[in-house]
Protein backbone atom coordinates (compact mmCIF):
# COMPACT_ATOMS: atom_id res chain seq x y z
CA UNK A 1 0.00 0.00 0.00
CA UNK A 2 0.79 3.64 -0.64
CA UNK A 3 1.07 6.01 2.72
CA UNK A 4 1.01 9.41 3.04
CA UNK A 5 2.42 11.32 6.35
CA UNK A 6 1.53 14.97 6.34
CA UNK A 7 3.84 17.07 8.85
CA UNK A 8 7.63 17.47 9.16
CA UNK A 9 8.51 17.26 12.71
CA UNK A 10 10.48 14.77 14.65
CA UNK A 11 6.81 13.37 15.28
CA UNK A 12 6.43 12.27 11.51
CA UNK A 13 9.46 11.30 11.20
CA UNK A 14 8.93 8.61 14.12
CA UNK A 15 5.57 8.03 12.51
CA UNK A 16 7.11 7.26 8.66
CA UNK A 17 10.02 5.25 10.59
CA UNK A 18 6.87 2.91 12.07
CA UNK A 19 5.16 2.88 9.10
CA UNK A 20 8.16 1.89 6.94
CA UNK A 21 8.35 -1.10 9.91
CA UNK A 22 5.11 -2.73 8.09
CA UNK A 23 5.71 -5.29 5.50
CA UNK A 24 1.75 -3.70 4.25
CA UNK A 25 3.74 -0.72 3.22
CA UNK A 26 5.54 -0.70 -0.15
CA UNK A 27 5.74 3.48 -0.51
CA UNK A 28 5.71 5.95 1.79
CA UNK A 29 4.99 9.84 0.98
CA UNK A 30 4.97 13.18 3.27
CA UNK A 31 4.71 16.17 2.73
CA UNK A 32 6.54 18.50 3.07
CA UNK A 33 8.89 16.27 5.12
CA UNK A 34 12.06 16.76 6.09
CA UNK A 35 15.91 15.37 5.41
CA UNK A 36 15.52 12.45 7.91
CA UNK A 37 12.35 11.58 5.94
CA UNK A 38 13.72 11.39 2.86
CA UNK A 39 16.03 8.22 3.62
CA UNK A 40 12.30 6.47 4.44
CA UNK A 41 10.03 8.48 2.47
CA UNK A 42 9.67 10.54 -0.97
CA UNK A 43 8.98 14.08 0.01
CA UNK A 44 6.18 16.20 -1.62
CA UNK A 45 6.45 19.73 -2.04
CA UNK A 46 3.13 20.43 -0.28
CA UNK A 47 2.80 22.23 2.98
CA UNK A 48 0.91 20.57 6.09
CA UNK A 49 -1.73 23.23 5.50
CA UNK A 50 -2.63 22.96 1.83
CA UNK A 51 -5.78 20.73 2.29
CA UNK A 52 -7.20 21.20 -1.45
CA UNK A 53 -3.60 20.38 -2.70
CA UNK A 54 -2.50 17.18 -0.54
CA UNK A 55 -5.88 15.42 -1.17
CA UNK A 56 -5.85 16.49 -4.83
CA UNK A 57 -2.02 14.74 -4.50
CA UNK A 58 -3.51 11.42 -2.51
CA UNK A 59 -6.02 11.07 -5.30
CA UNK A 60 -3.92 11.42 -8.12
CA UNK A 61 -1.19 9.11 -6.43
CA UNK A 62 -3.52 6.40 -4.80
CA UNK A 63 -2.44 6.72 -1.27
CA UNK A 64 -3.97 3.74 0.19
CA UNK A 65 -3.76 5.43 4.26
CA UNK A 66 -2.89 8.96 4.97
CA UNK A 67 -1.66 9.77 8.52
CA UNK A 68 -1.79 13.44 9.99
CA UNK A 69 0.66 14.27 12.36
CA UNK A 70 0.24 18.24 13.76
CA UNK A 71 -2.63 20.05 14.74
CA UNK A 72 -3.30 22.64 11.91
CA UNK A 73 -4.61 20.41 8.99
CA UNK A 74 -7.04 19.14 11.30
CA UNK A 75 -8.48 22.31 12.39
CA UNK A 76 -8.52 23.34 8.55
CA UNK A 77 -10.37 20.41 8.12
CA UNK A 78 -8.47 17.66 6.34
CA UNK A 79 -10.21 14.74 7.53
CA UNK A 80 -13.71 15.86 5.84
CA UNK A 81 -11.98 16.62 2.61
CA UNK A 82 -10.24 13.49 2.63
CA UNK A 83 -13.14 11.84 3.09
CA UNK A 84 -15.42 13.14 0.74
CA UNK A 85 -12.94 12.58 -1.92
CA UNK A 86 -13.23 8.84 -0.34
CA UNK A 87 -9.46 8.72 0.65
CA UNK A 88 -8.62 6.82 3.99
CA UNK A 89 -7.18 9.22 6.44
CA UNK A 90 -6.15 8.86 10.35
CA UNK A 91 -7.48 12.36 11.78
CA UNK A 92 -10.65 13.79 13.51
CA UNK A 93 -12.95 15.75 11.62
CA UNK A 94 -12.73 19.59 11.75
CA UNK A 95 -15.58 19.35 14.41
CA UNK A 96 -13.76 16.96 16.31
CA UNK A 97 -10.80 18.33 16.04
CA UNK A 98 -12.32 21.00 18.47
CA UNK A 99 -11.31 19.74 21.54
CA UNK A 100 -7.60 21.05 20.63
CA UNK A 101 -8.14 24.35 18.78
CA UNK A 102 -11.15 25.64 20.95
CA UNK A 103 -9.72 25.71 24.30
CA UNK A 104 -13.64 27.76 25.20
CA UNK A 105 -14.93 24.22 23.67
CA UNK A 106 -12.31 21.92 25.31
CA UNK A 107 -13.48 23.62 28.89
CA UNK A 108 -16.87 23.67 28.56
CA UNK A 109 -17.13 19.93 27.14
CA UNK A 110 -15.24 19.08 30.11
CA UNK A 111 -17.12 20.87 32.62
CA UNK A 112 -20.40 19.46 31.03
CA UNK A 113 -19.12 15.68 31.06
CA UNK A 114 -17.50 15.79 34.47
CA UNK A 115 -14.24 15.31 33.35
CA UNK A 116 -12.00 16.82 36.30
CA UNK A 117 -10.26 19.85 35.25
CA UNK A 118 -8.87 23.39 36.53
CA UNK A 119 -12.07 25.67 37.21
CA UNK A 120 -12.24 28.19 35.25
CA UNK A 121 -14.04 31.57 33.55
CA UNK A 122 -14.32 32.57 29.87
CA UNK A 123 -14.08 35.95 28.22
CA UNK A 124 -14.33 37.42 24.94
CA UNK A 125 -14.23 41.08 26.15
CA UNK A 126 -11.30 42.56 27.70
CA UNK A 127 -13.27 44.64 30.25
CA UNK A 128 -14.79 41.80 32.61
CA UNK A 129 -12.40 39.71 32.19
CA UNK A 130 -10.14 42.31 34.02
CA UNK A 131 -12.83 43.31 36.48
CA UNK A 132 -12.76 39.10 37.20
CA UNK A 133 -8.89 39.36 38.55
CA UNK A 134 -10.04 41.52 41.12
CA UNK A 135 -11.78 38.69 42.73
CA UNK A 136 -9.27 35.74 42.18
CA UNK A 137 -6.06 35.07 44.06
CA UNK A 138 -3.25 33.64 42.18
CA UNK A 139 -1.48 32.13 40.46
CA UNK A 140 -3.41 31.92 37.87
CA UNK A 141 -3.76 30.71 34.17
CA UNK A 142 -4.31 32.82 31.36
CA UNK A 143 -4.94 31.28 28.17
CA UNK A 144 -5.96 32.10 24.24
CA UNK A 145 -8.79 29.87 23.42
CA UNK A 146 -6.87 29.19 19.71
CA UNK A 147 -4.04 27.78 18.58
CA UNK A 148 -1.08 29.47 19.34
CA UNK A 149 1.91 26.94 18.91
CA UNK A 150 2.83 26.55 22.55
CA UNK A 151 2.80 30.20 23.34
CA UNK A 152 -1.01 30.45 24.39
CA UNK A 153 -0.81 29.56 28.14
CA UNK A 154 0.85 32.02 30.65
CA UNK A 155 1.06 31.09 34.19
CA UNK A 156 0.74 34.38 36.15
CA UNK A 157 1.68 35.37 39.73
CA UNK A 158 -0.25 38.72 40.39
CA UNK A 159 -2.90 40.97 39.16
CA UNK A 160 -0.85 43.53 37.56
CA UNK A 161 0.92 40.97 35.18
CA UNK A 162 -1.81 39.39 34.66
CA UNK A 163 -3.34 43.04 33.26
CA UNK A 164 -0.83 42.89 31.23
CA UNK A 165 -1.11 39.46 28.88
CA UNK A 166 -4.90 39.79 29.13
CA UNK A 167 -4.31 43.39 26.94
CA UNK A 168 -1.79 41.78 25.18
CA UNK A 169 -4.15 38.87 23.93
CA UNK A 170 -7.28 40.45 23.70
CA UNK A 171 -6.44 43.93 23.06
CA UNK A 172 -3.10 44.02 21.41
CA UNK A 173 -3.94 40.79 19.71
CA UNK A 174 -0.22 39.09 20.28
CA UNK A 175 -1.74 36.10 19.23
CA UNK A 176 -4.14 37.00 16.60
CA UNK A 177 -7.08 35.90 16.33
CA UNK A 178 -6.53 32.74 19.25
CA UNK A 179 -6.61 35.09 21.69
CA UNK A 180 -9.70 37.28 21.02
CA UNK A 181 -11.52 34.46 23.49
CA UNK A 182 -9.48 33.68 26.66
CA UNK A 183 -9.72 31.17 29.19
CA UNK A 184 -8.55 31.87 32.94
CA UNK A 185 -7.91 28.96 35.12
CA UNK A 186 -7.50 27.78 38.48
CA UNK A 187 -3.65 26.92 38.54
CA UNK A 188 -2.83 23.37 39.18
CA UNK A 189 0.33 21.89 41.31
CA UNK A 190 1.69 18.63 40.86
CA UNK A 191 3.23 16.74 38.17
CA UNK A 192 2.77 16.83 34.63
CA UNK A 193 2.21 13.40 32.11
CA UNK A 194 1.10 12.66 28.63
CA UNK A 195 -1.58 9.94 28.26
CA UNK A 196 -2.11 9.63 24.41
CA UNK A 197 -5.34 7.09 22.94
CA UNK A 198 -6.38 5.65 19.90
CA UNK A 199 -9.63 6.27 19.24
CA UNK A 200 -12.17 4.66 16.80
CA UNK A 201 -15.00 6.45 17.88
CA UNK A 202 -16.47 3.99 19.73
CA UNK A 203 -13.85 2.56 22.07
CA UNK A 204 -10.97 4.09 23.72
CA UNK A 205 -7.60 2.19 24.44
CA UNK A 206 -4.63 4.33 25.58
CA UNK A 207 -0.91 3.98 24.94
CA UNK A 208 1.85 3.71 27.34
CA UNK A 209 1.91 6.89 29.62
CA UNK A 210 4.81 9.19 28.86
CA UNK A 211 5.90 12.41 30.29
CA UNK A 212 7.44 15.33 28.58
CA UNK A 213 9.95 17.94 29.97
CA UNK A 214 8.24 21.14 29.11
CA UNK A 215 10.57 23.71 30.49
CA UNK A 216 13.63 24.71 28.23
CA UNK A 217 16.39 24.24 31.04
CA UNK A 218 17.29 21.18 33.35
CA UNK A 219 15.80 21.18 36.61
CA UNK A 220 12.59 22.48 34.60
CA UNK A 221 13.40 26.08 34.58
CA UNK A 222 12.87 28.62 32.03
CA UNK A 223 10.24 29.14 29.54
CA UNK A 224 8.22 26.58 28.38
CA UNK A 225 8.69 24.96 24.66
CA UNK A 226 6.95 22.63 22.96
CA UNK A 227 8.85 19.71 24.70
CA UNK A 228 12.62 19.29 25.52
CA UNK A 229 12.15 15.71 25.78
CA UNK A 230 10.35 12.61 26.66
CA UNK A 231 10.36 9.00 28.06
CA UNK A 232 7.86 6.28 28.56
CA UNK A 233 6.20 4.31 30.45
CA UNK A 234 6.17 6.22 33.25
CA UNK A 235 6.14 3.50 36.05
CA UNK A 236 5.28 5.52 39.03
CA UNK A 237 1.85 6.12 38.32
CA UNK A 238 0.57 2.58 39.07
CA UNK A 239 -2.21 0.49 36.55
CA UNK A 240 -4.82 0.90 39.07
CA UNK A 241 -4.12 4.69 38.74
CA UNK A 242 -4.52 4.14 34.82
CA UNK A 243 -7.58 2.34 35.58
CA UNK A 244 -8.83 5.31 36.89
CA UNK A 245 -7.63 7.82 33.87
CA UNK A 246 -9.95 5.55 31.72
CA UNK A 247 -12.92 5.29 33.99
CA UNK A 248 -12.63 9.21 34.76
CA UNK A 249 -11.31 10.99 31.82
CA UNK A 250 -10.78 9.07 28.68
CA UNK A 251 -14.01 7.06 28.45
CA UNK A 252 -16.36 10.03 29.86
CA UNK A 253 -14.22 11.99 26.81
CA UNK A 254 -15.46 9.56 24.15
CA UNK A 255 -18.93 8.96 25.92
CA UNK A 256 -19.23 12.75 25.43
CA UNK A 257 -18.34 13.39 21.96
CA UNK A 258 -21.00 10.65 20.87
CA UNK A 259 -23.39 12.63 23.49
CA UNK A 260 -22.56 15.54 21.34
CA UNK A 261 -22.64 13.77 17.92
CA UNK A 262 -19.26 13.28 17.12
CA UNK A 263 -17.35 10.79 15.73
CA UNK A 264 -13.72 10.69 17.06
CA UNK A 265 -11.26 8.15 14.62
CA UNK A 266 -7.71 9.29 15.97
CA UNK A 267 -5.74 10.29 18.42
CA UNK A 268 -6.73 11.89 21.47
CA UNK A 269 -4.21 13.07 24.22
CA UNK A 270 -5.06 14.18 27.49
CA UNK A 271 -2.25 16.54 29.40
CA UNK A 272 -2.92 15.74 32.62
CA UNK A 273 -1.58 17.23 36.10
CA UNK A 274 -1.24 14.88 38.84
CA UNK A 275 -2.30 16.83 41.03
CA UNK A 276 -3.35 16.01 45.47
CA UNK A 277 -7.14 15.63 44.03
CA UNK A 278 -6.54 13.10 41.23
CA UNK A 279 -5.47 13.47 37.53
CA UNK A 280 -6.73 16.53 35.52
CA UNK A 281 -7.07 17.61 32.54
CA UNK A 282 -4.77 20.62 31.25
CA UNK A 283 -5.91 20.51 27.98
CA UNK A 284 -6.67 18.15 24.57
CA UNK A 285 -4.75 17.21 21.45
CA UNK A 286 -6.66 16.01 18.75
CA UNK A 287 -3.25 14.09 17.53
CA UNK A 288 0.45 12.50 18.65
CA UNK A 289 2.66 14.99 20.84
CA UNK A 290 5.77 15.98 19.72
CA UNK A 291 8.45 14.77 21.34
CA UNK A 292 5.90 11.94 22.86
CA UNK A 293 5.78 10.29 19.69
CA UNK A 294 9.56 9.87 19.56
CA UNK A 295 9.35 7.85 22.78
CA UNK A 296 6.05 5.90 22.60
CA UNK A 297 5.83 4.87 18.67
CA UNK A 298 9.43 3.19 19.56
CA UNK A 299 7.56 1.15 21.63
CA UNK A 300 4.50 -0.24 19.67
CA UNK A 301 4.99 -3.70 18.49
CA UNK A 302 1.96 -3.78 16.67
CA UNK A 303 1.70 -2.49 13.24
CA UNK A 304 1.09 0.89 13.21
CA UNK A 305 -0.68 0.50 9.94
CA UNK A 306 -3.21 -2.36 11.63
CA UNK A 307 -3.25 0.15 14.16
CA UNK A 308 -4.42 3.30 12.24
CA UNK A 309 -7.07 0.90 9.64
CA UNK A 310 -9.00 -0.21 13.37
CA UNK A 311 -9.05 3.62 14.35
CA UNK A 312 -10.67 4.41 10.77
CA UNK A 313 -12.92 1.38 10.30
CA UNK A 314 -14.06 1.09 14.23
CA UNK A 315 -12.71 -1.89 15.36
CA UNK A 316 -10.35 -1.23 17.82
CA UNK A 317 -12.23 -3.54 20.28
CA UNK A 318 -10.97 -6.28 18.44
CA UNK A 319 -7.23 -5.40 18.44
CA UNK A 320 -4.72 -6.67 20.71
CA UNK A 321 -2.51 -3.66 20.98
CA UNK A 322 1.07 -4.96 21.89
CA UNK A 323 3.73 -3.02 23.29
CA UNK A 324 7.54 -3.73 23.72
CA UNK A 325 8.59 -3.82 27.61
CA UNK A 326 11.67 -1.69 27.35
CA UNK A 327 11.77 1.78 28.18
CA UNK A 328 12.33 4.78 25.71
CA UNK A 329 13.93 7.92 26.05
CA UNK A 330 13.89 10.75 23.74
CA UNK A 331 16.21 13.68 24.46
CA UNK A 332 15.81 17.10 22.09
CA UNK A 333 18.24 19.08 20.76
CA UNK A 334 17.23 22.65 20.12
CA UNK A 335 19.33 25.60 18.78
CA UNK A 336 20.60 28.15 21.05
CA UNK A 337 17.87 30.68 21.86
CA UNK A 338 14.95 28.17 21.55
CA UNK A 339 11.82 28.94 22.77
CA UNK A 340 12.90 32.49 21.59
CA UNK A 341 14.57 34.03 18.41
CA UNK A 342 17.38 31.23 16.98
CA UNK A 343 20.00 31.16 14.73
CA UNK A 344 19.75 28.70 11.66
CA UNK A 345 21.61 27.21 9.19
CA UNK A 346 24.41 25.37 11.61
CA UNK A 347 26.12 22.43 10.44
CA UNK A 348 25.21 18.78 12.20
CA UNK A 349 28.17 17.02 12.89
CA UNK A 350 28.20 13.09 14.38
CA UNK A 351 25.07 11.69 12.51
CA UNK A 352 27.35 9.14 10.35
CA UNK A 353 26.54 5.52 11.07
CA UNK A 354 24.85 5.29 13.94
CA UNK A 355 22.87 1.70 14.10
CA UNK A 356 19.78 1.31 15.12
CA UNK A 357 20.93 -0.30 18.10
CA UNK A 358 22.36 2.57 19.27
CA UNK A 359 18.84 4.63 18.78
CA UNK A 360 17.31 6.45 16.70
CA UNK A 361 17.67 10.29 15.12
CA UNK A 362 14.58 11.74 14.45
CA UNK A 363 14.95 14.91 12.39
CA UNK A 364 12.92 18.01 13.79
CA UNK A 365 14.21 21.29 12.08
CA UNK A 366 16.76 19.77 9.79
CA UNK A 367 17.79 21.54 6.22
CA UNK A 368 19.87 20.13 3.47
CA UNK A 369 21.71 23.18 1.56
CA UNK A 370 24.21 21.75 -0.54
CA UNK A 371 24.61 18.55 0.72
CA UNK A 372 25.44 20.09 3.84
CA UNK A 373 23.01 19.14 6.52
CA UNK A 374 22.31 22.19 8.66
CA UNK A 375 19.84 23.17 11.46
CA UNK A 376 16.73 25.04 10.55
CA UNK A 377 14.28 25.21 13.34
CA UNK A 378 14.07 25.44 17.32
CA UNK A 379 13.87 21.81 17.75
CA UNK A 380 16.70 20.15 15.64
CA UNK A 381 16.87 16.59 16.66
CA UNK A 382 14.91 14.24 18.67
CA UNK A 383 17.78 11.20 19.58
CA UNK A 384 15.46 7.87 21.41
CA UNK A 385 17.04 5.07 23.21
CA UNK A 386 15.69 2.34 23.99
CA UNK A 387 17.11 0.03 27.35
CA UNK A 388 15.47 -2.82 29.77
CA UNK A 389 15.38 -0.21 32.37
CA UNK A 390 14.67 3.38 31.94
CA UNK A 391 18.24 4.14 33.96
CA UNK A 392 19.70 2.17 30.91
CA UNK A 393 17.45 4.29 28.20
CA UNK A 394 18.28 7.88 29.76
CA UNK A 395 22.47 6.62 29.59
CA UNK A 396 21.94 5.41 25.93
CA UNK A 397 20.19 8.29 24.60
CA UNK A 398 22.86 10.68 26.24
CA UNK A 399 25.91 8.74 24.64
CA UNK A 400 24.37 9.19 21.29
CA UNK A 401 24.04 12.89 22.40
CA UNK A 402 27.69 13.01 22.83
CA UNK A 403 28.39 12.46 19.72
CA UNK A 404 26.27 14.85 18.36
CA UNK A 405 27.13 18.42 17.85
CA UNK A 406 26.28 21.80 16.14
CA UNK A 407 27.25 25.30 17.60
CA UNK A 408 24.80 26.37 20.01
CA UNK A 409 23.29 23.06 20.68
CA UNK A 410 21.66 22.95 23.38
CA UNK A 411 19.23 20.08 25.31
CA UNK A 412 18.37 19.17 28.94
CA UNK A 413 20.75 17.03 30.42
CA UNK A 414 18.19 14.91 33.25
CA UNK A 415 15.57 13.69 30.67
CA UNK A 416 13.66 10.60 32.81
CA UNK A 417 15.63 11.44 35.73
CA UNK A 418 12.13 12.58 37.00
CA UNK A 419 10.58 8.82 36.20
CA UNK A 420 13.63 7.16 38.08
CA UNK A 421 14.25 9.38 40.86
CA UNK A 422 10.02 9.31 41.66
CA UNK A 423 9.91 5.38 40.72
CA UNK A 424 12.32 4.67 43.20
CA UNK A 425 11.20 7.13 46.34
P1 LIG B 1 -1.78 24.08 27.50
O1 LIG B 1 -1.54 24.86 26.26
O2 LIG B 1 -3.14 24.19 28.04
O3 LIG B 1 -1.31 22.67 27.40
O4 LIG B 1 -0.74 24.64 28.55
C1 LIG B 1 0.64 24.61 28.30
C2 LIG B 1 1.38 24.26 29.57
O5 LIG B 1 1.07 25.22 30.60
C3 LIG B 1 0.99 22.92 30.17
O6 LIG B 1 1.69 21.87 29.57
C4 LIG B 1 1.36 23.13 31.62
O7 LIG B 1 2.74 22.97 31.83
C5 LIG B 1 1.00 24.59 31.86
N1 LIG B 1 -0.39 24.70 32.36
C6 LIG B 1 -1.51 24.77 31.62
N2 LIG B 1 -2.61 24.86 32.39
C7 LIG B 1 -2.18 24.84 33.66
C8 LIG B 1 -2.83 24.90 34.94
N3 LIG B 1 -4.14 25.03 35.03
N4 LIG B 1 -2.05 24.85 36.03
C9 LIG B 1 -0.72 24.74 35.94
N5 LIG B 1 -0.03 24.69 34.78
C10 LIG B 1 -0.75 24.74 33.65
N1 LIG C 1 4.79 17.84 23.71
C1 LIG C 1 3.58 18.51 23.84
C2 LIG C 1 2.72 18.55 22.65
O1 LIG C 1 2.95 17.87 21.68
O2 LIG C 1 1.75 19.28 22.66
Same mark, same amino acid.
Given at each position: ?K????G??G ?10 Q %? ?6 Y ?11 A??? *????? #?????AR ?11 ? @????P ?5 A???E ?17 ? %??V ?22 E?? $?Q ?11 ? =?? /??? =???? =? ?9 Q?V ?6 E? =?L ?14 G ?5 M ?22 GD????T?G ?10 ? *????E????K???P ?10 E ?12 ? #? ?9 R?? *??? #? ?5 L????L????E ?6 ? %? &? ?17 A ?7 ? @?K????? !???? !??? @??I? +? ?5 V???L?? #? ?8 A? /??? $? ?10 ? *? &?? +? ?8 DI ?7 T?A
Amino acid at each position: MKVLVIGSGGREHALVWKLSQ %SKQVKRIYAAPGNPGIARLAELV *DISAE #AVPELARFASGKGIDLTVV @GPEAPMAAGIADAFEKEGLKILGPSQKAAQLEY %SKVFAKNFMHKYHIPTASYETFVDCEPA $LQFLKSVSFPLVIK =AS /GLA =AGKG =AVIVNYREEAQTVLKQMMVEK =ALGKSGEEVVIEEYLDGEEISLMAFCDGKSIVPMVLSQDHKKVFSGDEGPNTGGMGTYAPVDFVS *DKEIERMQEKILQPTLDGLLQEGIEYKGIIYAGLMLTS #AGPKVLEYNCRFG *DPE #AQSVLPLLETDLVEVCEAMIEGRL %S &RLEIEWNKSYATCVVLASAGYPGPYEK @GKEIHGL !EEVS !ENE @GMIF +HAGTKLVNGILVT #AGGRVLGITAL /GET $LDKSIEKAYRLV *D &RI +HFEGMQYRNDIGRKGVLRTNA
